[in-house]
């Protein structure tokens, strides 16, 4: 089952987010379990199977950078046999050099404004930039590029995820 068709959409990075809500709640209208409580066991069964796929593929393209993946593994190219080499990537070692900065931002006293300034002028900036990127490499078919691209997205997501539970976590004491 392709999750645009069941939703409606065309098979692109950018969608209709207003349409796939709206697709969403019918399909959860038609399909949610609980409609089916008097109902034989197998349509019980069949109602909560497609349930959970309306769930699993609303989740997926409602978030931009699991989408790409979709997009990606529906033309065949499974991103995780694709890996960096930190010998060979330029990227990766400054990516590294990102990340000894968050560290010794953090060995700073008052360092939750530098850790806000890191993280919008830095990582959110990039993460916007790979984001462009990856559009513009989907739209283009240009399946190799984005391979990379969503892998750098990711890294950039999981420094800034990092980020802001150390000033969460600051913040609260």
Known sequence: MNYFNLFGLSEKFQ?????LLKNFYSLQKKFHPDLFICSSLQKKQEALQKSILI?????????????AEYLLNLNHIDINHNKFSLNKNTFLKKYLQLYEEFYSITNNNDFIQQLEYFNKNKIIKKIEKYTQKIEHELNNQEWNKATYTIQKIHFFLKLKKNVEQQIEKNNIH
């Open 55 to 67: 769930n699993n593929a609303f989740h997926i393209l409602q978030d931009p950078y699991l989408r």
């Open 15 to 19: 969608i209709d987010n207003e349409l």
